[in-house]
Every structure is written in structure tokens, then in C-alpha cells.
């Protein structure tokens, strides 16, 4: 899967579409200074939606932003020591890899984009040339929901709490095999 992505999407339009459904949504006050049209990278903050109780999937859910690239619980020293690529999680090992094992159980959350970016080499690319941005995107725009595992850690530089997340991948689709092999 990616590692950029857009949600071109407010607030309001995310609100708007669980209320069909009759899904409670709370948003976070304080809104994103991010501009819809500027991708989300690694360790920047982006929205997720987690359930407000756990226990109680019908009470709704909350909307709040996060650092994308999941830092363990069990991480105590600085988050620039936590190295160890953690922005999306591999399904066939999810429920058993120590990074992600715990949120999978207990911390599962949707992430809303309306695309994301996959890099290739064209025909001809040399080592140290650029690569061809690809943007992967849904007709009309629409909102899509990935799946997403989040994580509350006190690493030494955050003793107040640092929350994160990360997506969970699987094999691609066929049309997006042709650029990446995961999605």
C-alpha cells in the first residue's frame, strides 16, 4: 500500500454520509489546519474514526487525528528511535506480529481517503530518476474507509501519550496489481 494518500473530504461530508446510516459520529473540535488537496505522509496527522465504545458498537463513533505511522505501546525510548516501518500492516501477520498484535485485538479503527499515491518505474527508469506518480481514485471522488489498527504509547519524549495508527494491507486489486502488489 501506499505511503501518501489525500481525503478530500470535510468533516461535514463524513457526518453527513454516517448519518444515513444512523451512525453518531463525534468530531473532534479542534479543526485540521490541512488543506483537502495536500497528501498525508508518514508521521503527519490524519483523521481516523474509532468506536466511542468499544463494547457498544451502536454508540457511534469519534473522529480524531492521529500521527500516521504507529508507534507500539511497548516503545519507551524516543519516537525518532522507533524505526521499524509501521505505516501499514500486513493482514497475514496482523493478528500475530508484536508491533500490531494488541491494537488488532482491541484497537481497530476506519481511515477516510478519496485516494492514494503508488510510485513506479516507467519503461526505461534508472536508479536515481524520478518515478511516475500514480494516483489511485474512486469515480465521482467518493469517500472510501481502509482499515486501520491505532495504538496509545509513552515514549520518553511524549510522557503525556503519543496516539498513532497505521492502515492494514492486503493483496491488491487487479486493477491495482499492474502498479502496486498490495493495497
Known amino acids: 500500500m501506499c505511503n501518501e494518500y489525500l481525503k478530500r473530504a470535510a468533516a461535514t461530508n463524513l457526518a453527513e454520509l454516517f448519518s444515513e446510516y444512523g451512525i453518531p459520529l463525534r468530531i473532534d473540535e479542534a479543526a485540521p489546519n490541512r488543506a483537502l488537496d ?13 468506536p466511542l465504545d468499544p463494547a457498544r458498537p451502536t454508540a457511534g463513533l469519534e473522529m480524531v487525528d492521529l500521527r500516521w505511522w504507529l508507534v507500539p505501546a511497548f516503545h519507551r525510548g524516543p519516537v525518532k528511535d522507533w524505526r521499524a516501518m ?3 500492516a500486513r493482514i497475514e501477520t496482523v493478528a500475530t506480529a508484536p508491533t500490531f498484535k494488541d491494537a488488532y485485538r482491541h484497537r481497530r479503527c476506519l481511515v477516510p ?3 492514494f499515491i503508488e510510485y513506479s518505474e516507467p519503461a526505461g527508469w534508472k536508479k536515481g530518476q524520478p ?4 494516483e489511485i481514485s474512486w469515480a465521482g471522488g467518493d469517500i472510501r474507509f ?3 489498527l491505532w495504538e496509545r504509547a509513552t515514549p520518553a519524549d511524549f510522557p503525556e501519550g503519543l496516539e498513532s495508527f497505521t ?4 493483496p491488491a486489486a487487479p486493477d491495482v496489481r499492474p502498479i502496486h502488489d498490495r493495497c
Open 131 to 134: 518515478k511516475q506518480r500514480n
Open 167 to 170: 492502515f492494514i494491507t492486503g
Open 86 to 88: 509501521s505505516t501499514n
Open 146 to 148: 481502509f482499515a486501520g
Open 113 to 115: 481517503l478519496t485516494s
Open 38 to 50: 495536500e497528501p498525508i505522509r508518514p508521521t503527519e496527522r490524519a483523521t481516523v474514526l474509532r
